[in-house]
C-alpha cells in the first residue's frame, strides 16, 4: 500500500521535472512551488480546490505568521496586499511570487521602521500612572494606520516593560518579608529603567535575527502556508526545518523532552514526552507558553517573538544541566520551572500495571494498565513491543484475581498500528478493528483474526484531549463493540489521518545539483475509520461518561486547527456488539453522574474550567501599575483556590503485583520509580471514580 503511494507521488514528480529543462538552470522558486502543488494535487487525501477561496484561506493564514500582532503592517500596506487576496491560486498555478515577494518587500520596510520606533520610545520612562489598556489578541486588532502605528508599538512595548517591572517589584517585596538581603533593593525609577533596558535589548536580538533571515526563509514560511491550507499535518519542510523536525514535531527534545509549537510570537508546548526530565520533573503541562529560557541561575532569555530552532537551541543541553524556564499557564500565572536535562528512560514509556484498592466503598482488586504510547521496537528481530506486553500484564493481573481492568490511556498520542489492533483483539474474540483509507479504492480493514480473549472481564478505557491517534482507535474499537465504558475528557484529540514524507531532492533527475536541496514534504495521504464508519478526524471520540477537567470549555486537539480535515463516514462494518455489559454501561453511566455531580473535587475542576476559559478570553490589559498589580495578585490568588486538587484520596489503595515483587527488591531505582508512580496514582481522582465504574459493571 505504502509502496502505492510512493510510486504514484514520484510519477508526479517526475512528470514535473521533465518539464523543466535542469540544464537551463530554472529559478529554484518556480522549481519548489510547482513540484509542491503538483505532489499535492495529485497524492493528498482530499486535496483542496485551489481556487479563489483557497487563495483567501492562504492569504489570511500567511499574514498571522508573518506579523501576528499587526504591528508591522500597516492598514495603507494590507490595501496594497489585498488586491492579491483572491489571485494566489493564479500565481500558484503560475509559478510566480507576485503576492509573496510585494509581502517581503512591505515587510522589510516596516521592520526597519519599527526599528527606529523601539529605540526612540524605550529611550524615555513610561508613566504607568496614566489610565490606558491594551488588547493583545491580535485577531481582534484592526491594522493600525501609517499615522497610528507607532502608537501600537508605545502601548506594546510599555506592557512588556509593564510586565517585566511588575516582576522585579514582587521579587522585591518577597525579599524584603523573608530578611533576604542577596536581593538589592531598588528604587521604582531604577526599575524602570532596568525593564525598559531589558526590552530594549530583547528587540535588538530580535531584529538582529530577522536582519539574517534570507529570502529562502521567508519563502519557506509562504510554502508551510500553503501546505497547511491543505490540513494543518501537511507541510513543507525546508533543509533546516526538516532537519529539526524530530524537535519540532515528533515531541523529542534532547536534554528536556518535549514537543513544541510556534503559535504566533509565543513558543507553546503541545505535548511532554513520557520518560523525559519535564516529565519527571513534572511541572511543564501542555499548553504552557514559554517566555524565557536560563541555563541554571544565568540571566533568562526572551524568547517571545523568537523562532522555534532558535528557541530549541537554548533548550536543548547536554545530560545533567539545569535549564530554568519561565511559563505562563493557561490561568495566566507565570512560573519558573527548573528542569535537570536528561536522556529519555525507555521504561518510563512502556506500558506498567497495578492492583487498586478502595477500601471506603469496599472495592478490591481492580487492575491498572498504564500505556503512555503504542511502542515497538523495530529495529531488531522479535523487540519489545507494547501489545506483547500488554498481554503479559493482563495474564499477572488475572493471576491476582482482578475484579476489572482500567486500561489508562490519557496524553498516549499513538504510535504502532499494529499494536493497537493486536492489543483491541486481547479483549474481543475476534472481528475488525479499524479502516484505513486511502485516496483511491476501498478501506483496508484491520481486523483481529485470533479468537483467543485475553480477558472478558469488566473494562474501562481513560482518555483525555490528548488521547490520539492509536489511542482514539483503540478506545473507538471497544466503544463499539460495547466491550468496555470510554472515561474522560469530552471527546479525545480527534487526529484521524496518516502523513508520509517525500524529499524533493529524490525526485529530481538529471544535473540538478545547483538547485538543490530543495526540502521535504509532508502529506496526509491516508485517514482513520471506526467499524461503524464515522471517522476518528475533528471529533475523536467521544466519552460515554464525561469528567470534568481544566480544558473542558477550551477548545483543544483538532479543533484549534482552522485548516483541519472534515469529520466524515463510511460505510460501517458488519461486526457482533457484545450485549453483556449494554444495560451495566447505562447503569454505570447514571451513577457516575451522580457521583461527580455531588463530589467537592470534581466541582471544583468544573469550576476551575470556568475560570481558565473566562482568563484565555480577558485580552485587555491596563497599562496602569497600580492595576496592573491589583489583576495579577487577583490571578494569584485565584489560582491558590485550586492548587491542592491533587491530593492522596483517603483509603485509595495502589499495590505492586505479586508476580513483581522480587524484580522491584533487587532494583532499587526501578522501585522508587514504582514507588513514585504509585503516590501519584493515590491523587488521582481520576482513577479513583473509574474504579468505581468498574464495581458498576461488575
Request: glycine letters at 6%.
Amino acid at each position: 500500500m505504502y509502496k502505492t503511494i510512493s510510486r504514484v507521488f514520484l510519477s508526479i514528480i517526475l512528470i514535473v521535472c521533465s518539464s523543466y529543462k535542469i540544464e537551463e538552470n530554472p529559478e529554484k522558486g518556480k522549481v519548489l512551488i510547482d513540484l509542491i502543488m503538483q505532489g499535492l494535487n495529485m497524492s493528498h487525501f482530499d486535496p483542496a480546490v485551489i481556487n479563489d477561496e483557497f487563495s483567501k484561506s492562504v492569504y489570511d493564514e500567511y499574514l498571522k505568521r508573518l506579523d501576528f500582532n499587526k504591528k508591522f503592517f500597516s492598514s495603507e500596506d494590507i490595501n496594497q496586499l489585498k488586491k492579491y487576496e483572491q489571485d494566489i491560486d493564479e500565481q500558484l498555478n503560475g509559478g510566480i511570487y507576485v503576492f509573496f515577494d510585494l509581502s517581503i518587500e512591505l515587510l522589510n520596510n516596516r521592520i526597519d521602521e519599527s526599528q527606529a520606533y523601539y529605540k526612540e520610545i524605550l529611550s524615555k520612562p513610561f508613566d504607568f500612572s496614566i489610565d490606558e489598556e491594551i488588547e493583545l489578541s491580535g485577531k481582534k486588532l484592526e491594522y493600525a494606520s501609517n499615522g497610528t502605528l507607532k502608537e501600537r508599538w508605545r502601548k506594546s512595548l510599555k506592557f512588556q516593560t509593564l510586565s517585566r517591572l511588575y516582576d522585579q517589584t514582587v521579587i522585591q517585596e518577597e525579599a524584603k518579608e523573608k530578611n533576604d538581603t542577596t536581593i538589592e533593593i531598588k528604587t521604582f525609577e531604577v526599575l524602570e529603567q532596568e525593564s525598559r533596558e531589558k526590552i530594549l535589548k530583547r528587540h535588538d536580538e530580535w531584529f538582529d535575527r530577522m536582519a539574517k533571515l534570507e529570502l529562502s526563509d521567508r519563502r519557506s514560511t509562504y510554502l508551510n502556508t500553503i501546505s497547511n491550507a491543505f490540513d494543518p499535518h501537511t507541510s513543507y519542510f525546508a533543509p533546516r526545518a526538516k532537519e529539526n523536525f524530530d524537535i519540532s514535531m515528533s515531541g523529542r527534545l534532547e536534554g528536556i523532552g518535549a514537543s513544541l509549537q510556534q503559535k504566533g510570537p509565543y513558543i507553546k508546548v503541545a505535548r511532554i514526552v513520557p520518560g523525559s526530565a519535564c516529565w519527571k520533573q513534572g511541572d511543564l503541562e501542555a499548553d504552557d507558553i514559554i517566555l524565557k529560557v536560563a541555563q541554571g541561575d544565568e540571566e533568562p532569555v526572551d524568547i517571545v517573538d523568537m523562532r522555534l530552532d532558535d528557541a530549541v537551541k537554548l533548550i536543548r543541553g547536554p545530560k545533567g544541566t539545569e535549564v530554568r524556564l519561565t511559563v505562563k499557564k493557561i490561568d495566566e500565572t507565570v512560573k519558573v520551572i527548573p528542569i535537570v536535562r536528561d536522556i529519555v528512560i525507555l521504561e518510563e514509556i512502556y506500558a506498567k500495571s497495578a492492583v487498586l484498592v478502595d477500601s471506603v466503598n469496599n472495592i478490591e482488586n481492580i487492575g491498572y494498565i498504564k500505556l503512555p504510547k503504542f511502542y515497538i521496537d523495530l529495529n531488531k528481530s522479535g523487540g519489545q513491543s507494547c501489545s506483547q506486553d500488554i498481554r503479559l500484564a493482563l495474564g499477572k493481573l488475572k493471576q491476582e484475581g482482578i475484579n476489572g481492568i482500567i486500561l489508562d490511556l490519557r496524553n498516549n498520542g499513538g504510535g504502532s498500528l499494529a499494536d493497537v489492533v493486536k492489543i483491541a483483539g486481547l479483549f474481543i474474540e475476534d472481528g475488525p478493528i479499524v479502516q484505513v483509507k486511502s485516496r483511491f479504492g476501498a478501506p483496508q480493514v484491520l481486523k483481529d483474526k485470533d479468537k483467543d480473549i485475553v480477558y472478558d472481564g469488566p473494562l474501562v478505557v481513560m482518555v483525555n484531549s490528548f488521547s490520539a491517534s492509536a489511542s482514539e482507535i483503540m478506545a473507538a474499537a471497544m466503544q463499539d463493540y460495547q466491550r468496555g465504558i470510554v472515561i474522560g475528557s469530552k471527546s479525545t484529540f480527534g487526529k484521524g489521518t496518516v502523513q508520509r514524507f517525500f524529499n524533493l531532492d529524490n525526485f529530481l533527475k538529471g544535473d540538478a545539483e545547483h538547485i538543490k536541496p530543495l526540502g521535504t514534504v509532508k502529506l496526509t495521504t491516508q485517514k482513520f475509520y471506526r467499524i461503524n464508519g464515522g471517522a476518528t478526524q475533528l471529533k475523536g471520540v467521544e466519552s460515554d461518561i464525561v469528567l470534568p477537567d481544566r480544558y473542558s470549555f477550551i477548545e483543544t486537539g483538532e479543533k484549534e486547527y482552522e485548516s483541519a480535515m472534515t469529520w466524515d463516514e463510511i460505510v460501517p462494518l458488519e461486526y457482533d456488539v457484545l450485549s453483556k455489559y449494554k444495560n451495566r454501561i447505562e447503569m454505570a453511566q447514571r451513577n457516575s453522574l451522580k457521583r461527580v455531580q455531588s463530589d467537592s473535587t470534581f466541582i471544583l475542576i468544573k469550576e476551575n474550567a470556568d475560570r481558565l476559559k473566562i482568563r484565555r478570553e480577558q485580552t485587555i490589559h491596563s497599562l496602569n501599575f497600580e492595576e496592573y498589580k491589583r489583576a495579577q495578585k487577583e490571578i494569584k490568588n485565584e489560582a491558590k483556590k485550586f492548587k491542592n486538587l491533587r491530593r492522596e484520596l483517603n483509603g485509595f489503595g495502589v499495590k505492586s503485583l505479586k508476580l513483581d515483587l522480587s524484580e522491584l527488591k533487587t532494583d532499587t531505582a526501578k522501585s522508587a520509580r514504582i514507588n513514585a508512580w504509585h503516590d501519584n496514582i493515590r491523587k488521582d481522582k481520576y482513577v479513583y471514580e473509574a474504579v468505581s465504574v468498574i464495581k458498576d459493571l461488575m
